[in-house]
C-alpha cells in the first residue's frame, strides 16, 4: 500500500509532456508561426488559382464548341460575332479579324496586306493566352520555393534542438523532441503545398496548350474567309449545313392535294 502511493505521488509530481502540431509550433516560437503563415498564403493562392483559371478555361472551351457551327453558319463575319459572347476570347478574336480585314485592304501591297492580317490575328491570340496563362507563374513559383520555406523551418527547428541540448548538457528524448517535430513539421507542410502546386500548373498548362491550339485553327480559318472575301468555310459549316437539309427534307411535310383531285387506285 504504502509503495502504491509513494509511486502515484511520483508520477504526480513527473512534469507530463503535452505533443502535437499546436505544441510543436509553440516550440518554434514567431518564426514558425511566420513559416507556416507563409506556407498558408501559398497554399489557399495556389488553390485560388487552379479554381478560377479551371472554370475561365472550361468557360472558353464549352463557348467555342457550342458556337463555331452557329458562327461559321451565318451570313457574314459581323453576323457570326454575335453568337459569341461579348467579352469572350472568340469575339476579341473575330472583331480583330474584322478590323484588320478592313484595313488591310486599304493597302495597295497585297503582300503587306496579308502580313498584317496575320500579324494582328497572331497578336490577338498571344493577348488571349497571356490571359489564360495569369496567375501559372504563382504556381510555378510555389511549387518550387515551398519545400525549400520548409526546409528554412526544418533547420530553424534543428537548431534549436541543438541549442536546447547543449544549455541542459542533455540528449534525452524529452529535450529534443519538441524543436526536432517541430522541424519535420516544417518539412511535411513544405511539401504539402509545394505538390498541389506543381500537379496544377501541369494540369492548368495542359489544357492552356489545348485552347492555344483551337485559337491557332479558328485564326487560319478566319483568316481564309477574309482574304477570301467570305468564299472559304472550314467543313464544319458545310457538315451543318447538309445535316440541316437532311432534317428539313425528312420533316417537310407531303404537298396537299387539290381539291377535288381524285386519289389513284391500283389496277388489278
Known amino acids: 500500500m504504502l509503495i502504491e502511493t ?14 502535437g502540431f499546436i505544441e510543436a509550433m509553440k516550440e518554434g516560437g514567431p518564426v514558425a508561426w511566420s513559416i507556416l503563415a507563409v506556407m498558408v498564403i501559398m497554399s489557399v493562392g495556389s488553390f485560388y488559382i487552379l479554381i478560377t483559371k479551371y472554370f475561365e478555361q472550361n468557360k472558353v472551351m464549352k463557348e467555342y464548341r457550342a458556337g463555331r457551327a452557329a458562327f461559321w453558319r451565318a451570313g457574314s463575319l459581323k453576323e457570326g460575332a454575335t453568337k459569341f459572347d461579348k467579352n469572350s ?5 473575330v472583331d480583330d479579324g474584322i478590323r484588320a480585314g478592313d484595313e488591310s485592304s486599304k493597302m495597295t501591297d497585297s503582300l ?16 488571349i493566352n497571356a490571359t489564360l496563362a495569369g496567375g501559372l507563374p504563382f504556381l510555378a513559383t510555389v511549387g518550387a520555393t515551398a519545400p525549400f520555406v520548409g526546409l528554412l523551418g526544418t533547420v530553424i527547428g534543428i537548431y534549436r534542438a541543438l ?3 547543449g544549455a541542459t548538457g542533455s540528449a534525452s528524448i524529452d529535450q529534443v523532441a519538441g524543436p526536432v517535430g517541430e522541424a519535420l513539421i516544417m518539412t511535411a507542410i513544405g511539401l504539402l503545398v509545394a505538390v498541389p502546386a506543381v500537379f496544377a500548373y501541369n494540369y492548368l498548362q495542359s489544357r492552356n496548350r489545348r485552347i492555344a491550339a ?5 485564326s487560319t480559318d478566319l483568316q481564309a474567309n477574309i482574304t477570301s472575301a ?4 472550314p467543313s464544319v459549316a458545310a457538315a451543318s449545313s447538309a445535316q440541316a437539309s437532311g432534317k428539313t427534307a425528312k420533316t417537310a411535310p407531303a404537298a396537299a392535294r387539290p381539291a377535288g383531285a381524285a386519289t389513284p387506285t391500283k389496277k388489278a
Not at 476570347?89 to 478574336?93: E, G, V
Not at 503587306?112 to 493577348?127: I, K, N, Q, V
Open 230 to 233: 467570305g468564299q472559304v468555310k
Open 89 to 93: 476570347a472568340w469575339r476579341q478574336l
Open 163 to 165: 541549442i536546447k541540448i
Open 6 to 19: 509513494l509511486t502515484a505521488a511520483a508520477n504526480d509530481a513527473a512534469p507530463q509532456s503535452s505533443f
Open 112 to 127: 503587306e496586306s496579308h502580313d498584317w492580317l496575320h500579324g494582328t490575328l497572331a497578336r490577338s491570340e498571344s493577348s
Open 214 to 218: 483551337m485559337l491557332s485553327g479558328f
